[in-house]
């Protein structure tokens, strides 16, 4: 298996990064991830932020042989495993809550097991999941705060173990880099941070070739989740990230049934699901979910 351990990581997604791998399509490939702090938390849960620290950093970038513009990268998560501590803080710049915000605090949660602890009275089921995935654009380099058209910081719950990550190749070897893991986190990630972890991610890469994929998206595992797919929109406004998941998923239901633009908005009315990811990143991101059976209907 190939592995690239967390000494390389990027700040930005972007087309003139040396690879810190190389594989082929359908190679499984290790990814060691540190948190989104840059691994900068102080043993009592207290943030230091070093000069040289790199925000949200993703480990990559994997080099993956024969891809090439137009392709589409398939990253199957086959496992994700956490290490050392989970942290949350709060800010007074973002998410829903910063005005009742006056100070940053840390805290420091053990997340070893299969439950964290919130309080004396409320314990959680772990549910990890990858904020950041993406390959680099075709133009300029874009940050691992940002999510966009790439993938990024997409902050989607649907991306946990058994889910398949699809993105677009924008330049020959996509580029594919991943990072910040949540030990767990809701839909809207409304304070400004999930439960978040260092770990190892281990996925299989491959190269695919079909047009009609409105990449980035999501496509979970029958399970703990609902058998989905997801189509995945970030825009500076909520609204228009709504209404582009939304139409992209149209797009990809007329492409693969026999509906029409109002039959399929109608059934999209009835069973698609409208759903934010964030609402903490320069972009914010929303998803639409549809169950895969009605595809595989047709």
């Known amino acids: 298996m190939i592995r690239i351990p967390r000494d390389f990581v990027i700040g930005a997604h972007s087309p003139d990064d040396a690879p810190a791998a190389y594989c082929r399509s359908g190679d499984t490939v290790w990814f060691e991830t540190r948190n989104c702090y840059d691994d900068r938390m102080a043993a009592d849960g207290s943030e230091f932020e070093p000069e040289n620290a790199i925000e949200n950093p993703a480990t990559g970038p994997l080099f993956i042989q024969g891809a090439a513009k137009g392709d589409v990268l398939k990253v199957e998560i086959l496992d994700i495993r956490l290490k050392g501590k989970g942290y949350m803080r709060q800010s007074t710049e973002g998410g829903a809550f910063y005005q009742r915000i006056t100070e940053r605090v840390v805290r420091e949660f053990d997340v070893s097991g299969d439950t964290v602890r919130f309080n004396h009275k409320l314990t959680f089921p772990i549910n990890t999941m990858i904020g950041v995935i993406g390959v680099a654009p075709e133009g300029e380099a874009i940050s691992t705060v940002i999510p966009g058209d790439?993938?990024?910081?997409?902050?989607?719950?649907?991306?946990?173990?058994?889910?398949?990550v699809y993105l677009p190749v924008n330049v020959d070897g996509a580029l594919l880099s991943m990072g910040d893991l949540h030990a767990l986190m809701g839909d809207g990630e409304s304070m400004i941070c999930g439960l978040e972890s260092a770990g190892e991610v281990t996925v299989r890469v491959s190269v695919v070739r079909d047009d009609t994929l409105p990449t980035p998206c999501v496509v979970t595992a029958p399970g703990p989740c609902p058998h989905r797919i997801c189509t995945i929109q970030s825009e500076i406004d909520l609204m228009d990230a709504a209404k582009k998941a939304a139409n992209r998923m149209l797009d990809y239901l007329i492409a693969n049934t026999d509906l029409g633009e109002y039959d399929g908005g109608k059934l999209l009315s009835l069973k698609g699901d409208l759903i934010i990811n964030q609402i903490v990143n320069p972009l914010k991101t929303v998803r639409m979910e549809l169950d895969k059976s009605i595809l595989d209907a047709y």
Do not use: L, Q
């Open 150 to 164: 790439h993938g990024g910081n997409m902050d989607c719950t649907r991306i946990i173990k058994g889910s398949t």
